[in-house]
């Protein structure tokens, strides 16, 4: 069974550098892409961005010019990084795994709320 | 990306049927065959349902399924039970890369 373990700091005030790291559990690290998704309260989901093992990235267009997804072969983590936050950053933070032929997110970490406050 | 379009909420009475629309565009789900669905109760990680428009993970109960038309995918719940209870999203790859998701529907069961 794939778990998601994931951590980071919850309170940041505006400018500073969000950051989070998601340890896997379980399955293949080599065969799916892991991906961070984040949903402000009470909205919708967004999809963030992904890094394969090979430390291939995919960002959300909106995001790309302040997010960076890295990868640690060696610990089966993937971390997020996103600069420059503001209160509209303020959302619970997911890892997911995203499986390569389907597309689809099939395990999920257990979520960090991440607030934005000065 | 704009987010894929869901009714806010949606509502049955145990053992009914209902569905659940999520409409996108022809460069999301009008294009490509990965469509996607997932349970999220309060406080807790979405939970995979339906993926590729129509298929069930193993776990997930055949009272859950899949279709799309054009660019609206659809979910039905069938027998409606207690535990339906939940918010629902669709999600659809959207080409380079890229994924977009649903604004969410609540599932109410009367």
């Known amino acids: 069974q794939v778990q998601l373990q994931q951590w980071g700091a919850g309170l940041l005030k505006p400018s500073e550098t969000l950051s989070l790291t998601c340890a896997v559990y379980?399955?293949?690290?080599?065969?799916?892409?892991w991906t961070w998704i984040r949903q402000s309260p009470g909205k919708g989901l967004e999809w963030v961005g992904e890094i394969n093992h090979s430390g291939n990235t995919n960002y959300s267009p909106s995001l790309k010019s302040r997010v960076t997804i890295s990868v640690d072969t060696s610990t089966n983590q993937f971390s997020l990084r996103l600069t420059s936050v503001s209160a509209a950053d303020t959302a619970v933070y997911f890892c997911?795994?995203?499986?390569?032929?389907?597309?689809?997110?099939?395990?999920w970490g257990q979520g960090n709320l991440v607030t934005v406050s000065s | 990306q704009p987010a894929l379009t869901q009714p806010p909420s949606a509502s049955g009475s145990p053992g009914q049927s209902v569905t659940i629309s999520c409409t996108g565009t022809?460069?999301?789900?009008?294009?490509?065959?990965?469509v996607s669905w997932y349970q999220q109760r309060p406080g807790k990680a979405p939970q995979l349902l339906i993926y590729m428009v129509n298929q069930r993970p193993s776990g997930v109960p055949d009272r859950f399924s899949g279709s799309k038309s054009g660019n609206t995918a659809s979910l039905t719940v069938s027998g409606l039970q207690s535990e339906d209870e939940a918010e629902y999203f669709c999600?659809?790859?959207?080409?380079?890369?890229?994924?977009?998701f649903g604004t969410g529907s609540h599932l109410t069961v009367l």
């Open positions: 999600s659809s790859y959207a080409g380079a890369n890229n994924h977009v």
């Open positions: 379980g399955g293949s690290f080599t065969g799916n892409y």
């Open positions: 022809s460069s999301d789900i009008g294009t490509y065959h990965y």
């Open positions: 997911a795994r995203r499986r390569v032929a389907a597309r689809v997110f099939d395990f």
